[in-house]
């Protein structure tokens, strides 16, 4: 038996008690002929009590760190107790031990605060993977499995598997390709999502369906993103929209409760997705704080419905608000003295590539209720007051305003507020703010090829009510520069987004389940029968033998885990993550094949 117990089960109550634990070695202090040794696993760290007395082999073979030890011992109350351990209370006193194996010098420490960097950690994760924070964000993420199983469970839901080795699904990115040895010069896609398999589960009468599964995606991996990722791939037969919201909304309230212990009994918030772009300038809003965005001047297409305040900022001179396109302020609360120091780094900041505005306007909202304004020279107290007052600013608050082109100044004001919580401490990681975004446009416009493509993915149904302007319409845009006047831009369709804490934590749309819309949706998007055909000419097959009406969801595991771990970076919630490069660093890979496998491959090189 190679232990009794734990190294992070024995209290008082085990006082005098003989025991065997075996573990890691943590720490090594020598105190003349007496040493104490950490023993560290899974479950905490015990104090072992060496003395060379009776273990004279420990002055030809000392101990070292991370070497495996098992030991035998009695159970003895400490006199020096270290509360900070759950075992604080007791030692061992060692008795006999062997060292079952032995470790060559981690190359950094096996601690909170370790002295190892990114890339050594990453080379090491089976190093790195003993370190207690980054062991929690493990037991993170089971929890949050279990969770989701159980209650997805408890609602009938099935978890049923769906292949790796399939051919492109269309989330939008670029599809891993592996070759087929017995079908030379053929390619099999890695699944961006189950997508498609789930949609042809319902077909098949498996009304609720849920997988914990692998993505692959091979995108340009821009901060925190992996090629691989983890979802809570979930659909459902016979729903509408309102059911799909609350069966979700349920499943991460019971994830609040069974990994955080936190009871979300508030209602979750919903916004259109037109709201979010107009309150936020953005369709994942932080609502954890309010700072919404006053719109002083906009496009009339973009907001066909909303007022506008331009007559705010109009009839004086000010070419820069004149000439833009946009205007947009944010009242910041409680920052009115900020001084100049201060309002020319945030000048700075907006104008960094990344955000790209030429500048920063600003009205200080003084506590007496006069007004200080970079605009001073252009616009009267009573406009700045009025300015002031349609950006809900109160005396006392910082009002910020930018002008320019309407999606580039939309996405800086949202990346402002953003910006000016954190340094203000308004976005807590304790504090969990869940929202849906909901009616998001079913059409995106793109540039490069002057057509439509699927906002979400092309399985999504429009609105019921919108379902004639795509029939009726002519998806071919005449004007480019116009084209959120053509009609589809207009179009809304049931899909919507769950957001935490303003990130993106799941998304999923009520599906087209009859072939003829389908097939209009996929013409919609430019692809003609043939293409059709030879892509989804399955789905479609599958939709002439009663498809139900389905809707689904999926949620992105890594991100929600890490989000409940108060961090927004997913890597090191992930076992064996790759680093920013997509690269494996501990298994070198992507790596090179043999000679002989491109050869069976029939596959030759043709590197540029
Ligand atoms: N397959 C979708 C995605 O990965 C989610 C869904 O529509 O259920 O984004």
Same mark, same amino acid.
């Given at each position: $038996?190679?232990r009794?117990?734990?190294?992070?089960?024995?209290?008082?109550?085990?006082?005098?008690?003989?025991?065997?634990?075996?573990?890691?070695?943590?720490?090594?202090?020598?105190?003349?002929?007496?040493?104490?040794?950490?023993?560290?696993?899974?479950?905490?760290?015990t104090?072992?009590?060496?003395s060379?007395?009776?273990h004279?082999?420990?002055?030809?073979?000392?101990?070292?760190?991370e070497?495996?030890?098992?030991?035998?011992?009695?159970v003895?109350?400490?006199?020096?107790?270290?509360?900070?351990?759950p075992?604080?209370?007791?030692?061992?006193?060692?008795?006999s031990?062997?060292?079952?194996?032995?470790?060559?010098v981690?190359?950094f420490?096996?601690?909170d605060?370790?002295?190892g960097?990114?890339?050594?950690?990453?080379?090491?994760?089976?190093?790195?993977?003993?370190?207690?924070?980054?062991?929690k964000n493990?037991?993170?993420?089971?929890?949050?499995?279990?969770?989701?199983?159980n209650?997805?469970?408890?609602?009938?839901f099935?978890?049923?598997?769906t292949?790796?080795?399939?051919?492109?699904?269309?989330?939008?990115?670029?599809?891993?390709?592996?070759?087929s040895?017995?079908?030379?010069?053929?390619?099999?896609? @890695?699944?961006?999502?189950?997508q498609?398999?789930?949609q042809?589960?319902?077909?098949?009468?498996?009304?609720?369906?849920?997988q914990?599964?692998?993505?692959?995606?091979?995108?340009d991996?821009r901060?925190?993103?992996?090629?691989e990722?983890?979802?809570i791939?979930?659909?459902?037969?016979?729903?509408?929209?309102?059911?799909?919201?609350?069966m979700?909304?349920?499943?991460?309230?019971?994830?609040?409760?069974?990994?955080?212990n936190?009871?979300?009994?508030?209602?979750?918030?919903?916004?259109?997705?037109?709201?979010?772009m107009?309150?936020?300038?953005?369709?994942?809003?932080?609502?954890r704080?309010?700072?919404?965005?006053?719109?002083?001047?906009?496009?009339?297409?973009? #907001?066909?419905?909303?007022e506008?305040?331009?007559?705010?900022?109009?009839?004086?001179a000010?070419?820069?608000?004149?000439n833009a396109?946009?205007v947009?302020?944010?009242?910041?609360?409680?920052?009115?003295?900020?001084?100049?120091?201060?309002?020319d780094?945030?000048?700075e900041?907006?104008?960094?590539?990344?955000?790209? $505005?030429?500048?920063?306007?600003?009205?200080?909202?003084?506590?007496?209720g +006069?007004?200080? +304004?970079? $605009?001073?020279?252009?616009? +009267?107290?009573?406009?700045?007051?009025?300015?002031?007052?349609?950006?809900g600013?109160?005396?006392?608050?910082?009002?910020?305003?930018?002008?320019?082109a309407?999606?580039?100044?939309?996405?800086?004001?949202?990346?402002?507020r953003?910006?000016?919580?954190?340094?203000?401490?308004?976005?807590?990681?304790?504090?969990?703010?869940?929202?849906?975004?909901?009616?998001?446009?079913?059409?995106?416009?793109?540039?490069e090829?002057?057509?439509?493509?699927?906002r979400?993915h092309?399985?999504?149904?429009?609105?019921?009510?919108?379902?004639?302007?795509?029939i009726n319409?002519?998806?071919?845009?005449?004007n480019?520069?116009?084209?959120?006047?053509?009609?589809?831009?207009?179009?809304?369709?049931?899909?919507?987004? $769950?957001?935490?804490?303003?990130?993106?934590?799941?998304?999923?749309?009520?599906?087209?389940?009859?072939?003829?819309?389908q097939?209009?949706?996929f013409?919609?998007?430019?692809?003609?029968?043939?293409?059709?055909?030879?892509?989804?000419?399955f789905?479609l097959?599958?939709?002439?033998?009663?498809?139900?009406?389905?809707?689904?969801?999926?949620f992105g595991?890594?991100?929600?885990?890490?989000?409940?771990?108060?961090?927004?970076?997913?890597?090191? #919630?992930?076992?064996?993550?790759?680093?920013?490069?997509?690269?494996?660093?501990?298994?070198?890979?992507?790596?090179?094949?043999d000679?002989?496998?491109?050869?069976e491959?029939?596959?030759? @090189?043709?590197?540029?």
């Amino acid at each position: $038996m190679y232990r009794s117990h734990t190294c992070g089960e024995l209290r008082l109550a085990d006082n005098q008690k003989e025991v065997t634990l075996s573990g890691w070695v943590q720490t090594i202090r020598k105190f003349g002929s007496i040493s104490f040794v950490d023993l560290r696993d899974r479950y905490g760290i015990t104090q072992l009590l060496f003395s060379e007395n009776h273990h004279p082999q420990l002055e030809a073979n000392p101990l070292g760190r991370e070497f495996v030890l098992q030991v035998k011992g009695i159970v003895n109350e400490r006199s020096n107790k270290n509360p900070q351990l759950p075992t604080g209370d007791i030692e061992i006193a060692v008795s006999s031990f062997s060292i079952l194996n032995k470790s060559a010098v981690p190359p950094f420490t096996i601690q909170d605060d370790t002295d190892g960097g990114d890339d050594l950690r990453m080379k090491y994760r089976y190093l790195d993977l003993r370190r207690n924070a980054v062991k929690k964000n493990l037991e993170i993420r089971y929890s949050v499995n279990r969770s989701a199983r159980n209650y997805l469970h408890e609602n009938n839901f099935m978890d049923i598997e769906t292949p790796f080795l399939i051919k492109s699904t269309p989330e939008g990115a670029r599809d891993f390709v592996v070759p087929s040895r017995m079908n030379a010069g053929q390619f099999y896609a @890695l699944p961006q999502s189950p997508q498609t398999f789930k949609q042809l589960l319902m077909v098949s009468g498996y009304d609720r369906y849920y997988q914990i599964v692998k993505c692959f995606r091979d995108e340009d991996l821009r901060a925190d993103r992996q090629p691989e990722f983890t979802q809570i791939d979930c659909e459902m037969s016979f729903v509408e929209q309102e059911d799909i919201l609350q069966m979700f909304e349920g499943l991460v309230k019971r994830i609040f409760k069974d990994v955080k212990n936190i009871d979300y009994t508030e209602i979750v918030q919903r916004m259109t997705w037109e709201e979010a772009m107009w309150n936020y300038g953005n369709d994942k809003p932080d609502i954890r704080f309010n700072m919404q965005v006053c719109n002083l001047k906009f496009p009339a297409h973009t #907001f066909p419905t909303k007022e506008s305040l331009s007559a705010l900022i109009e009839g004086v001179a000010f070419p820069v608000f004149d000439n833009a396109e946009t205007v947009v302020a944010i009242a910041v609360p409680g920052c009115s003295e900020y001084s100049r120091k201060q309002t020319d780094e945030l000048t700075e900041w907006v104008k960094r590539p990344q955000i790209g $505005m030429k500048g920063l306007a600003f009205i200080k909202c003084n506590a007496d209720g +006069s007004f200080k +304004s970079s $605009m001073d020279k252009f616009y +009267s107290e009573e406009k700045l007051k009025a300015m002031a007052a349609a950006a809900g600013a109160k005396p006392g608050d910082l009002v910020l305003l930018l002008a320019g082109a309407e999606e580039r100044t939309r996405k800086a004001i949202s990346d402002l507020r953003l910006y000016l919580a954190q340094t203000l401490g308004l976005r807590k990681n304790d504090e969990f703010k869940l929202l849906w975004v909901i009616d998001f446009p079913l059409f995106e416009y793109d540039e490069e090829g002057n057509r439509w493509v699927a906002r979400h993915h092309p399985f999504t149904s429009p609105k019921p009510d919108q379902i004639a302007t795509m029939i009726n319409n002519n998806p071919a845009i005449e004007n480019a520069a116009e084209y959120l006047k053509h009609p589809y831009a207009s179009i809304k369709a049931n899909a919507y987004d $769950m957001v935490l804490n303003g990130n993106e934590i799941g998304g999923g749309s009520i599906r087209i389940f009859q072939r003829e819309l389908q097939e209009k949706m996929f013409a919609a998007l430019g692809m003609d029968a043939e293409e059709q055909q030879h892509k989804f000419g399955f789905l479609l097959g599958a939709f002439e033998y009663g498809a139900p009406p389905h809707g689904g969801i999926a949620f992105g595991f890594d991100r929600l885990c890490a989000l409940l771990g108060g961090s927004e970076g997913i890597r090191d #919630f992930i076992a064996f993550p790759k680093n920013n490069s997509g690269r494996d660093v501990m298994l070198d890979a992507p790596s090179t094949i043999d000679d002989k496998q491109f050869e069976e491959l029939q596959i030759k @090189l043709n590197l540029k």
